[in-house]
């Protein structure tokens, strides 16, 4: 049997043009040995939600710093789950105000990184949030 | 219901899912694959290498978009390689393919290379009879043309896109590496950047020194051109000579007579028998393979592992040669 691979789509959603962060992040897991499907730009939450269903990934990261996040990663939330990925993780990056944290946790969000914020941490996050996979 | 079913009814997450254990090679996967057989081999399989750069992504985003206006279903699968070093991956294909985001008569999966190549082409094998057996008409494979994996996987595909961009340089390189051969059209992209005469007249070259029998037609006063005819006869058996298509992926030009190659292509496969006698090699290698798999596995279950090593030690130590060595292995397996 193969070696089972975390896979992680990391997304840009809204309308900000900084990928910067995306890569980033999407450059430190595919060090820590993970399959990162990245998107680009300006992708919509259906965009994002059809992809993570397509790929079959573990677990979402999302990179905003319009300030949209209210608006855009609940909306990616409520997609994953009328998918039937309620079980995929969702972590957010970006400019987020403090007080917005706890209430995107409630609505799901597995953890907001800041700026500054580890890679290492990043990684093992997800690791230990997906338990099957090495 | 089990995983298979579900493909065959339409359902994408269990699609997506399926895949996944098809690429890990798990037992449910594997069992799936085999429930999902019989309905195979219908598809159309399109396979599109090339060096990276010359613009494959978005000629196939391209692609798909013309086959979505007759209404076909295609599945993109989307090889890149994996770091040797950690064994990840980044992605990146569906970035150029954001065009068909939305439309559920499309599904792009992207797959990283992972360790072994010949792993791969079984791996890639089996995600295409997947899309196959999930009813989709077309389905394409991309790949980096970089050496043997993608000369394996474009033996999966019926039609074969080599994809060339002038400036590269790739000519020769796409030549040495033997990605020529494979091609069953040779798709000149970027043709709006300059150079693109120079990359056609090398490419009619090399098709010269392939295929032989164009002399044929430098006999009939047609030498450097690309024949008329896309097909000749020898020996009374039809052959197929690649043909050349320039296009300009990003402004969606020269597609309608890709399109038309394609179906020339297609259609040459079903006139001369190649469509049926390509899917035998194929079924030949995959069932070849098994079966090497299987017996070896047989073999280790009846011949103690100690056996084995002993036998092995006394090749290290050149007191028996390898082929000696697994005569007597055999000898017991025997008795």
Do not use: C
Not at chain 1, 39 to 45: D, E, F, M, S, V
Not at chain 2, 273 to 301: I, N, P, T
């Amino acid at each position: 049997m193969t070696e089972r691979k975390i896979r992680v789509l990391v997304a840009k959603p809204g309308l900000d043009g900084h990928d910067r962060g995306a890569k980033v992040v999407a450059r430190a897991l595919r060090d820590a040995g993970m399959e990162v499907i990245y998107t680009g730009l300006r992708q919509t939450p259906e965009m994002i939600a059809e992809a993570a269903l397509q790929e079959d990934v573990d677990a979402v990261g999302l990179s905003i710093l319009s300030g949209a996040h209210m608006a855009l990663v609940p909306r990616v939330v409520e997609l994953l789950k009328t998918n039937g990925q309620q079980d995929v993780k969702v972590f957010v990056g970006g400019i987020i105000p403090d007080e917005d944290v706890p209430r995107l946790k409630e609505m799901g969000v597995m953890e907001v990184y800041g700026p500054g914020a580890s890679t290492e941490k990043v990684i093992s996050d997800i690791r230990s949030a997906i338990p099957t996979a090495g | 219901m089990n995983l298979a079913q579900s493909v065959l009814n339409g359902d994408r997450l269990a699609l997506a899912r399926l895949l996944s254990r098809v690429e890990n090679t798990t037992p449910e996967g594997l069992a799936a694959l085999d429930a999902l057989f019989p309905h195979t081999g219908k598809a159309h399989l399109l396979g599109v290498t090339g060096a990276p750069g010359t613009g494959k992504s978005s000629l196939v985003n391209q692609l798909a978009l013309h086959y979505r206006k007759q209404e076909k279903k295609v599945a993109i699968v989307a090889v890149d390689p994996s770091s040797p070093f950690t064994g990840g991956a980044v992605l990146g294909d569906r970035v150029r393919m954001r065009d068909l985001s939305g439309d559920t008569g499309v599904f792009i999966r992207s797959m990283a290379s992972r360790g072994s190549l010949g792993g791969l082409a079984q791996a890639t094998a089996g995600v295409v009879q997947v899309f196959d057996a999930a009813g989709f008409d077309v389905i394409i494979i991309e790949t980096v043309g970089a050496g043997q994996s993608e000369v394996d996987i474009a033996r999966l595909a019926h039609t074969t896109l080599v994809v060339e961009a002038p400036g590269l340089g790739d000519d020769i390189q796409a030549i040495k590496a033997g990605i020529l051969e494979i091609a069953d059209i040779l798709v000149i992209n970027k043709a709006d950047h300059s150079g693109v005469d120079a990359t056609e007249r090398a490419l009619k070259t090399m098709l010269e020194l392939a295929h032989p029998v164009r002399r044929v037609f430098q006999h009939h006063g047609q030498a450097f051109e690309v024949p008329a005819h896309h097909t000749i006869e020898d020996n009374g058996r039809l052959l197929w000579i690649p043909l050349i298509r320039r296009t300009v992926a990003t402004e969606a030009k020269g597609l309608p007579e890709l399109l038309e190659a394609i179906d020339l292509h297609t259609a040459y496969l079903r006139e001369s028998g190649d469509w049926a006698r390509r899917e035998e090699a194929r079924l030949e290698v995959e069932f070849d393979l098994l079966l090497r798999e299987k017996l070896v596995e047989h073999f280790r279950q009846q011949v103690p592992d100690e056996v084995v090593s002993s036998l092995f030690a006394e090749t290290l130590a050149r007191r028996l040669a390898p082929r000696e060595a697994i005569g007597q292995l055999l000898q017991r397996m025997k008795s």
